[in-house]
Structure formats: C-alpha cells, structure tokens
C-alpha cells in the first residue's frame, strides 16, 4: 500500500475508498485501509443495495429494527447510519490529524428528490443535523436542481459532496455555487468542506459508444480519450475558479478549496489498463475515489507521477477534435446524468422492495 501512502504525501492526492458494507466494519477492514493510506470513503445507494442485499450483515439489525414497528424507509436509514457513523468513528483520526482536511465519509440524499430543490435541502439539512459529526459529508448531485441546493447547504456551513458530474458547464454552476455560498456564509467557514465529484470512466464509455457507430478512422482514434481531456480542463477550470480577489477575500477568512474528486475511476474496458483513470489524473487538491480492484491494482502497479495538469493543450485538442467529428459533449452529459439518477433510483427502489419481501417472510 506504499504507492497510496506517497500518492498523498508526495503528489497531493487523496486515496478514497467507493465503498462501504458492515463488514469492513466488524472484522476490522477499513481500518486497515485507512492505514494503508485510505484518508476517506463514499457511498451511494447503489453500494448500500449490494450490501444489504448482498450479505447476511444486516439480518440481525433489520429484524430488531421490525420489532420496533416502523417504516421500511426508516429501517433502511438505520441500517444505512449505522453504517456510516462507523466508518465516521474509523476516519475520525485522519480527519484530526489532517486538520479537517480529509477523513470524510459520504452519504447521499435519497435519489427519487434528485429534480427538486427544496425536498433536497430539508433532505440534506436533516443528515446533518441527525448525523451531526464533523467528518460528514452529505452528497448531493449535480442537477440542475440539486445546484440551488448545494449552494444553500454551503451557505449554511455544511460539508457537501456533490456528485453527478459530467459536464465541464455544469461544473462552473457548481464551483459557482461553492464560492457564492461561502460569501453567504455568516458562520465561521474555516472547517466547510466540498467535493465535486465528476464520473470518468462513464464518459469515456457513452463517448466511446458514440464513436464507435460514426465508425471513421478520426472517430476510432478518439476512443479513450475524452474523459482524461475532460478531467485535464476541469482541473485548469478549479484552478482558475480558487485564484484572483474574490477568492483570496475568502481564503483570508480560511477557506478550504473545493477539491475536485475523480469517481468512477474503475476500468470499464478491458482494453484500457486497469489504472488508466487514476494514473492520468494525479495532482495536488484532488481526491480519487477507488474501488477495492483499482486500489489493489494501484497499489501493485499503478505509476506515481504528477499527471493532472499535463497535456492540457492535448486536451484542448482532443475536446476540438471530439466536436468536429459530430460528438455532442453537452447531450453526453445530460444522457449521463439522467442514467446515473435513474439508476441510484432504481438501486433505492428495488432494495426497499427486497426489504418489503423479507418482511413478509420473517413474519410469515
């Protein structure tokens, strides 16, 4: 695990953990990745389908929790907070000794208020309030919607994960959002902390799939190459957004950046290495979240080398390049966004179903 030790201490960047199940808990895993150089995990309802539905974990709580009457959403939210205030306890010493820095364990809003801006804030407001640990970041995506909101809990001084992100447009609103929020902010604003997560290796699978069916030598040529050009300009814009007076009046009243965070950063195509989307997006303020397989896999054989920021006229040419030859990056991003909504909705969804049927059975 040395590589993910010096991929912070020498690089800048944050090895998060994109998972989270009771067992990393109660037989001690997490913690030992948090000492091999994980510094802060997420979660999704998607994560929380396949671990609920995946083990026999959480047997024992959900038949107390039945016993108590109630709800299956409010069972599901237990289950679900149990988890993350555990992992809230084994992160708690990175957050610490990092200064507030790192040590962040993400939970998301409910996925069926993605398009409604109020549902999201009384929604995120009531994470953080039941939660109520300073290592907590509350996920909200980046929808048009969830943009507002974002802002709103910033305002509020509340550390926000947003995630969702597929567009270099979008991500101005958001950056926006941060840095309008902070001003707004008449609290200390010391200790908020943001993330902008943007999705990788989906992109380059919806680019990748569009190219592939223009099928022309420049089209194939491109495979692989969109998601990196847009995390490269995505960097250049986070730099451009925390420079300059207006952000320096804020860092002067102790700021924190809003890192950006590289997720979906496991292989989709086999042709592609298995750190592709982390070898290529290393550089300081900047998070990568990992699944078990790539953190293996970086671990073993994953190259160190401050790669953020370079190629970025590489980038430029290869944005231009992807518009010449008929791919629309604004469509790609509202495909991308809308199936990354239906899908954690849909994961929410069929676990409560699952839920609903092992109800009837336990009390058959």
Not at 25 to 47: F, K, V
Not at 331 to 357: H, Y
Request: net charge negative; glycine share 8%; charged share 25%.
């Amino acid at each position: 695990m040395e590589r993910l030790i010096r991929l912070y201490e020498e690089f800048g960047q944050s090895p998060w953990l994109d998972n989270l199940k009771r067992g990393y808990l109660t037989s001690g895993e997490l913690a030992r990745l948090r000492d091999g150089g994980i510094r802060g995990q997420t979660s999704n309802p998607t994560i929380f389908q396949k671990a609920i539905e995946g083990s026999a974990d959480y047997d024992e709580q959900f038949r107390t929790l039945l016993a108590s009457g109630g709800e299956i959403l409010d069972h599901y939210w237990a289950m679900v907070l149990q988890d993350i205030n555990g992992a809230l306890d084994v992160f708690a010493p990175v957050y610490e000794s990092s200064g507030g820095g790192d040590g962040f364990v993400s939970v998301e809003v409910a996925p069926d208020i993605a398009n409604d801006t109020d549902a999201t804030v009384l929604a995120a407001r009531q994470l953080h309030e039941q939660i109520n640990r300073p290592n907590l970041m509350v996920k909200i995506p980046a929808t048009a919607a969830g943009v507002p909101a974002i802002r709103q809990m910033i305002s509020e001084g509340r550390n926000i994960n947003v995630t969702l992100i597929f567009s270099l447009e979008r991500y101005g609103d958001v950056l926006d959002a941060y840095v309008t929020g902070l001003e707004a902010c008449s609290g200390p604003i010391r200790n908020v902390a943001s993330v902008g997560s943007f999705f990788i290796s989906r992109v380059d699978t919806e680019v990748d799939r569009r190219l592939e069916a223009i099928g022309s030598p420049e089209a194939m040529a491109l495979r692989g190459k969109a998601a990196l050009a847009q995390g490269k300009l995505a960097y250049a814009q986070f730099r451009e957004k925390f420079s300059g007076p207006r952000w320096e009046a804020l860092a002067g009243r102790g700021a924190r950046v809003q890192r950006p965070l590289w997720a979906s950063t496991s292989t989709k195509n086999p042709a592609y290495p298995d750190t592709y989307y982390v070898d290529n997006l290393i550089g300081p303020d900047t998070i990568n979240t990992l699944p078990e397989a790539t953190i293996e896999a970086f671990a073993d054989h994953g190259t160190l080398a401050r790669t953020v920021d370079v190629g970025l006229e590489e980038a430029k040419a290869t944005w231009q390049a992807l518009h010449d030859t008929g791919i629309d990056m604004d469509d790609v991003a509202r495909t991308l966004e809308d199936e990354g909504v239906a899908s954690f909705t849909k994961s929410f969804e069929e676990l409560l179903s699952v839920l609903r049927t092992k109800t009837s059975e336990l009390k058959s």
